[in-house]
C-alpha cells in the first residue's frame, strides 16, 4: 500500500508535467463557457509557456482581456498574436474591437479593412465589421464613408436596426433628411420602442419643415423615455 502511495505522488506531478499546450488551451475553453474568465486566461498563459508561437491561445486571452476591461492587454495579445499568424483575421477584429476601445479610430479602420481583406466572405459571426468600420469613420467625421459602410452592413444584415439608425444619423448630417426620414422609419419597424429614432425622425422633419410630424415623434420618443424630447416639444410644439 506504501508502494502505491509512493507511485502516486511520484506520478502527480509528472502527469502534470506532461499536459501539453492543446491540453491547456482546450482547459481555458471549458472554463469560458463557465464565465471563468480569469481562470481561462491562467490556463491560456500556461499553453503559451509551453508553446509561445500558439497564436490562437494570444489570441482567446485577448478576447477575455476585453471582457475583464483589460483593452491595453488586449491589444498587446491581439498584436503578438498577429504577429505569429498574419492572416489570423480574428486577432485582426479583435485588435480593431480594441483599437477602437481606446479611441484609435484611424488604427480600428486599417484593421477592419483587412479583415475584410482576408475574409471577403463575411460570415454571421463577423456580420457587424461594416457596421463597426461605419462607426469609426463616423467618428472621424466621415459620413460619406460611414454612409457606404452601413449600406454595405445593411447588405450583409438587413434585419439589424442600429445599422439603419447610424446611417440615418450620418444622412441627417450631411442634410439628406429625407434620407434620414426613410432609415429611422426602417428603424421604428424593426423596433417600434427605439425612443432616439423617434426623435432622429423628428428632427429630421423639422428640418423639412414638417412640424406637425416632427411634433407627433417628439411626442413618441417622450413618452419612450427619451429625455430630450420634452425639450424639444417645448422648443417647438407649443
Known amino acids: 500500500m506504501k508502494q502505491i502511495l509512493f507511485l502516486i505522488i511520484i506520478l502527480i506531478p509528472i502527469l502534470s508535467f506532461c499536459q501539453t499546450a492543446e491540453d491547456f488551451l482546450q482547459s481555458g475553453f471549458s472554463k ?30 485577448g478576447l477575455n482581456k476585453i471582457i475583464l476591461q483589460d483593452i491595453k492587454g488586449a491589444k498587446s495579445d491581439f498584436n503578438i498574436a498577429i504577429e505569429i499568424n498574419p492572416q489570423n483575421f480574428e486577432a485582426l477584429y479583435g485588435r480593431a474591437l480594441s483599437k477602437e476601445s481606446l479611441d484609435d479610430y484611424l488604427g480600428a479602420i486599417a484593421d477592419y479593412t483587412k479583415v475584410i481583406e482576408l475574409n471577403p466572405k463575411i460570415n454571421s459571426q463577423y456580420s457587424d465589421i461594416y457596421e463597426k468600420r461605419g462607426s469609426a469613420k463616423a467618428h472621424l467625421e466621415d459620413h ?38 426613410a432609415d429611422y422609419t426602417k428603424v421604428i419597424e424593426l423596433n417600434p420602442k427605439k425612443a432616439d429614432a423617434y426623435f432622429g425622425r423628428g428632427l429630421s422633419n423639422l428640418s423639412l419643415r414638417q412640424k406637425d410630424n416632427a411634433c407627433i415623434d417628439f411626442s413618441k420618443a417622450g413618452e419612450l423615455g427619451y429625455p430630450k424630447a420634452y425639450d424639444a416639444i417645448k422648443d417647438f410644439c407649443q
Do not use: H, M, W
Open 144 to 181: 460619406r464613408g460611414a454612409i457606404a459602410d452601413y449600406t454595405k452592413a445593411i447588405e450583409v444584415n438587413p434585419q439589424f436596426a442600429d445599422t439603419y439608425d447610424k446611417r440615418g444619423y450620418s444622412k441627417f448630417i450631411l442634410n439628406d433628411y429625407r434620407g434620414a426620414i
Open 32 to 61: 469560458v463557457s463557465l464565465n471563468d474568465y480569469k481562470g481561462a486566461n491562467t490556463d491560456y498563459s500556461k499553453a503559451i509557456e509551453i508553446n509561445p508561437q500558439l497564436d490562437v491561445a494570444y489570441y482567446r486571452r
